[in-house]
Nanobody, 126 residues
C-alpha cells in the first residue's frame, strides 16, 4: 500500500502564499498520479490539482485555482507539492493528498484515488 503524509498547512492572510507537501512511502511505484483535494466546512470534497507521476508528467487544475496554484514533484523524495499563491478566504479548507493507482484520465473524481493522507488545515484570513 501507499502512505501519504501532508504538511505545510497553517494560517495565512488573504493574498499570501503557502506551500503544501505530501510525502509518499510504501509501494510508491504503483502510483499513476498524485493529486490534491480539499474540503471546506460543511461542503463536499473537491478536486484541486493532480499530476502524473511519470517524468515530465502533465498537470491538471480545477478552474477555481488555475493561475494561482501550482503542483510539482520531487521524484527523488517521493514528494508532491502544492504551491498556493494569491490565497483567498474561500481557499480555507482541509487539504488532502491522494494517490491514484488506476489508469485513466478521470482526474477530478475523488473515487479514482485509492490512497489518502490525513489532511492539513489551510486557513486564509481576510
Amino acid at each position: 500500500q501507499v502512505q501519504l503524509v501532508e504538511s505545510g498547512g497553517g494560517l495565512v492572510q488573504a493574498g499570501g502564499s503557502l506551500r503544501l507537501s505530501c510525502a509518499a512511502s510504501g509501494r510508491t511505484f504503483s502510483m499513476y498520479a498524485m493529486g490534491w483535494f480539499r474540503q471546506a466546512p460543511g461542503k463536499e470534497r473537491e478536486f484541486v490539482a493532480t499530476t502524473i507521476t511519470w517524468r515530465d508528467g502533465p498537470t491538471y487544475y480545477a478552474d477555481s485555482v488555475k493561475g494561482r496554484f501550482a503542483i510539482s514533484r520531487d521524484n527523488a523524495k517521493n514528494t508532491v507539492y502544492l504551491q498556493m499563491n494569491s490565497l483567498k478566504p474561500e481557499d480555507t479548507a482541509v487539504y488532502y493528498c491522494a494517490a491514484k493507482v488506476s489508469y485513466g484520465n478521470r482526474w477530478s473524481d475523488q473515487y479514482e484515488y485509492a490512497y489518502w493522507g490525513q489532511g492539513t488545515q489551510v486557513t486564509v484570513s481576510s
